[in-house]
Every structure is written in structure tokens, then in C-alpha cells.
């Protein structure tokens, strides 16, 4: 089972990966026009799609990486600078950018954006792909990837909330209020990023060190 510390690490990189703030103003743009009981139904569906690309992921990932033969370490490492670039994108704005420019691709009155561009890459990116992985390769037995799974779901949980509450909360926060906290949410994502590095070169020591 996960310590308290790594169960708050845990929620804490999937919540940043996925930033629900972010989210808000894409949602709101792919459901113009909607009623919010239309709204709610997009909502409910991006979520199960993502809520089962996130289990597919937990659970396979590591046979993936396994049948490739990449090892956890070198995964950590890589996972780690690709985490450090998406929180530098997450500073500078770059990350909204694309995000837009896939929700831009999706304006289309016919178009039922739940899967695409909302489930994936706007909530499941290559960079939540990538936590996740590491998150199930550092779960200790079933109990810690249990611990994982939950987590996982709290966090869905928490975007079909901003989903729903997306109209009050982007009145509320404004542009500014949500680049701001896109911005904060990029500084934890580069420090835990840094951490997922150090981790995957102290690894591979130990395991160099013991063959």
C-alpha cells in the first residue's frame, strides 16, 4: 500500500497532469451553443472514456513497457523529462495553445467532442499516458495499485465537477485567474518532475550496483 506522502504525491501529478482549471475554457468552447443538459452528457462521456483509457494504462502499461524491454529506471528518467517539458509548457502557455488548437479542430456543430479532443489528449495526454505508467510501477503490490486506481478516479471525479461547474467557474476566475493557476499548477508539475528524474537515476544506480 501507498504511504500517505506517496498517495498525495499520486493525486497530486495526475491533478496537474490533467489541470481541470485548464480544462474549463476548452470545455465551455467545445460546447458552445449546448443546454447544459447536453453539456452534462458530453461531460459524463468524456469522463468514462477517460476513466478507461486511465485503468487501461494503470494496468497494462507496464506489460507494454515490459514486452518493448524498457526498463522502470530509464521509463522514469524519460517519463520525468517529458513531465519537466510539459510543466515548462504549462509556464509559458504553449500547453493551452495546443489544446486550443485542438479543440479549434473539433468546432464542428455535428461533432460530439466527449472522445475527441476532450477524453483524449485534452484529459489523457501522452504526459498522464506516461504518470500513470510510473505511478503503477511504483505501487507495491495490490493494495498500492488499488491505492493508485482510486486516486485515478478521485480525480475524474473532480474534473466531471469542474465540467459541470465550468460556466460559474470561468466567470468567477476569468482569463487571468485561470492562467494563473495553469501557472502554479506548472511549478508543482516541474518540481515532481525533477523528483521523477532523481528517483529513475538512483534506480538504475542500485541496479547497476547489484548486477
Known amino acids: 500500500m501507498l504511504t500517505t506522502a506517496a498517495t ?10 490533467i489541470d ?7 470545455f465551455l468552447a467545445l460546447t458552445h451553443g449546448m443546454t447544459p443538459k447536453q453539456r452534462r452528457t458530453v461531460a459524463i462521456r ?5 476513466a478507461g483509457l486511465m ?3 494503470l494496468f497494462l502499461g507496464q506489460a507494454v513497457l515490459d514486452f518493448i524491454g524498457i526498463s522502470i529506471p530509464a521509463f522514469r528518467i524519460a517519463g520525468g523529462i517529458l513531465l519537466f517539458i510539459t510543466a ?9 495553445t495546443r489544446r486550443r488548437t485542438s479543440a ?15 477524453g483524449i489528449p485534452l484529459i489523457v495526454g501522452p504526459g498522464l499516458i506516461t504518470t500513470l505508467i ?12 488499488a491505492t493508485v486506481v482510486a486516486v485515478a478516479l478521485i480525480n475524474i471525479a473532480i474534473v466531471f465537477v469542474t465540467f459541470l461547474a465550468a460556466p460559474r467557474i470561468g466567470r468567477f476566475l476569468g482569463t487571468t485567474g485561470l492562467s494563473v493557476m495553469t501557472r502554479l499548477l506548472g511549478m508543482f508539475l516541474a518540481a515532481l518532475a525533477v523528483q ?16
Open 8 to 17: 498525495i504525491t499520486a493525486f497530486t501529478t495526475i491533478f496537474v497532469m
Open 20 to 26: 481541470p482549471p485548464g480544462l474549463v475554457p476548452l
Open 46 to 50: 468524456a469522463c468514462i472514456v477517460s
Open 55 to 57: 485503468m487501461f494504462f
Open 88 to 96: 515548462l509548457d504549462m509556464l509559458f502557455e504553449r500547453r493551452q
Open 104 to 118: 479549434e479542430d473539433a468546432l464542428d456543430p455535428g461533432h460530439d467532442p466527449s472522445v475527441f479532443p476532450l
Open 134 to 145: 510510473l505511478l503503477a510501477s511504483t505501487a507495491s503490490g495490490p493494495l498500492g495499485l
Open 196 to 211: 521523477f528524474i532523481i528517483d529513475g537515476i538512483i534506480s538504475a544506480g542500485l541496479t547497476g550496483a547489484a548486477g
